[in-house]
């Protein structure tokens, strides 16, 4: 692949809202491109703490009624109409994929390796934020649309007792997908040499 390949991919990479619920490529396809990436995306120490769960159809349904549910019971009635909407859009996608982190990894690391006991946590979070930016672009590249979302810890017990998931695994991320039914919209850039810096170019 040519690296102008790799940066195409990346710029396709998009949040998409409006979902369908087919897909160009098989579920097979979509589980086997989910388990490559989980596979080859780096990790401090390579412990691999990241774990990912695909809900395809009506298992993604029961995730989204969960988060309706859940949020039913804290946002006012007056203002629910607007969350009942933005929960169905996500329902109406293909799957959903979640992103946890497994503590029962994580916490080890910090007994074993007492100096480094304070970065085994947010070493957790960006390898897990790799692995969701790397299912992302590859969904993008499959010709799926995707968006990312955070309603745990208000979820995360309940996740874990419909799907059977063990009691150490922190929910961090939820990723619903399917056909993009409408492109992203615009996105703002701040200037790039705000963010990068480079110092001694052709030295
Ligand atoms: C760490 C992180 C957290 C995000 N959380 C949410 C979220 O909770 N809900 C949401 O709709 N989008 C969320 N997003 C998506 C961003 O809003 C989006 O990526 C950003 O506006 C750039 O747009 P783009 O994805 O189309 O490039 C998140 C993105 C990142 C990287």
Redesign the pocket.
């Known amino acids: 692949m040519a690296v102008q390949d790799f940066e195409a991919a990346l710029q396709k990479r998009?949040?998409i809202y409006a979902l369908g619920n087919t897909s160009p490529i098989s579920d097979e396809q979509i589980v086997s491109l989910v388990q490559d990436t989980v596979k080859h995306v780096p990790s401090a120490f390579n412990n691999q703490s990241a774990r990912v769960v695909v809900l395809f159809g009506e298992e993604s349904k029961k995730l989204w009624n969960i988060v309706l549910e859940t949020l039913r019971k804290i946002v006012p009635a007056d203002n629910f109409s607007s969350t009942e909407e933005k929960i169905a859009g996500f329902a109406a996608g293909h799957g959903t994929i979640l992103y946890f982190d497994d503590a029962a990894v994580t916490d080890s690391l910090k007994e074993q390796f007492k100096l480094y006991a304070d970065n085994f946590d947010p070493w957790a979070e960006q390898a897990n934020?790799m692995v969701q930016h790397a299912v992302w672009v590859a969904l993008a590249q499959a010709g799926l649309g995707a968006?990312?979302?955070?309603y745990n810890p208000l979820i995360d017990d309940e996740v874990k007792s419909t799907f059977g998931l063990p009691a150490a695994w922190r929910l961090r991320a939820q990723m619903p997908f399917g056909a993009v039914a409408a492109p992203?919209g615009d996105?703002d850039f701040a200037p790039i040499e705000d963010r990068v810096k480079v110092f001694g170019l052709n030295d």
Do not use: E, F, I, V
């Open positions: 998009r949040t934020g968006s990312l979302q955070h992203a996105k």
